[in-house]
């Protein structure tokens, strides 16, 4: 089985549109508010391993930074998306933006250790505890 999932999936550009969503652009949210707007958007629960590989993903492309313990878009995120605003279907255009981008094993070694600092686990069962599952 290969250490990494090198593919972009729909539950990654979900993941992606509730962060945009939750921080309104800028700014960071914690998990739990991006999590919650996942949710809102269309009924998307995402587990806490499509969160985590999606998460370790979007950071290995640099859209994605951990900062005093909120996730937040990057200005590189912010420049890339400005392309592909105006879409009408948010998710695919998000999708496509992802697809563009590649993904290298190499790149995830980092994001991997950064998101055990962010105690990614203990937040999304405390996520799961709070408003269920």
């Known amino acids: ?24 652009g800028e700014g960071g949210a914690p998990l739990q508010e991006v999590l919650l707007m996942a949710d809102a958007v269309d009924g998307t629960v995402l587990t806490h391993q499509e969160v985590e590989q999606g998460l370790e993903k979007l950071m290995s492309v640099g859209y994605v930074a951990i900062q005093k313990n909120k996730l937040l878009l990057t200005p590189a995120f912010l420049r890339d998306y400005e392309d592909v605003e105006g879409a009408e279907e948010e998710q695919p255009a998000l999708l496509r933006l992802l697809q563009q981008q590649t993904l290298k094993a190499e790149n995830l070694d980092e994001p991997k250790i950064l998101i055990k ?17």
């Not at 089985?1 to 939750?22: F, G, H, I, R, V």
């Not at 600092?117 to 599952?133: I, R, V």
């Open 1 to 24: 089985m290969p250490k990494y999932n090198l593919d972009w999936k729909t539950t990654d550009a979900q993941l992606l549109e509730a962060l945009l969503l939750s921080t309104g």
């Open 117 to 133: 600092k962010y105690k990614l686990k203990n937040q999304y069962e405390a996520y799961l505890e709070q408003f269920g599952g």
